[in-house]
């Protein structure tokens, strides 16, 4: 799972392997570690909800998406799952290989929809 915030948003980005895994579990969670010994801690959480949410407490970054909306999302081709929480707008998408130079986990991405066929 990859995380990618500016100023007004918080986008992660999954793999494959990371969508099946929440398809499954309705809950993925990363770590990074920093050299300070403290920890960035990210989670994708599918809940009895209306719509995203994202808190952050802690060292922990959490983003919360409606369940029905997850589901469809991982079982389809739909691109993503976008919301507003405040002043933040949430992007929950699956990740697309590159379309100049490959990647080494490029058979863990979608194929992206702008590659030449």
Excluded: C
Excluded at 68 to 96: M, N, R
């Amino acid at each position: 799972m990859k995380l990618r915030m500016n100023e007004s948003s918080v986008r992660l980005r999954l793999h494959r392997s990371d969508v099946e895994r929440f398809a499954q579990t309705d809950s993925i969670a990363s770590a990074t570690p920093f050299p300070n010994g403290r920890v960035l801690r990210l989670r994708l959480t599918a809940a009895d909800v209306d719509s995203p949410a994202v808190v952050f407490e802690g060292e922990l970054l959490e983003v919360t998406v409606p369940r029905a909306d997850a589901a469809q999302w991982a079982s389809s081709d739909q691109i993503g799952i976008y919301g507003t929480h405040g002043p933040l707008e949430i992007l929950v998408e699956k990740d697309f290989r590159r379309t100049s130079l490959p990647s080494p986990d490029d058979e863990d991405r979608y194929p992206n929809p702008r590659s030449p066929q």
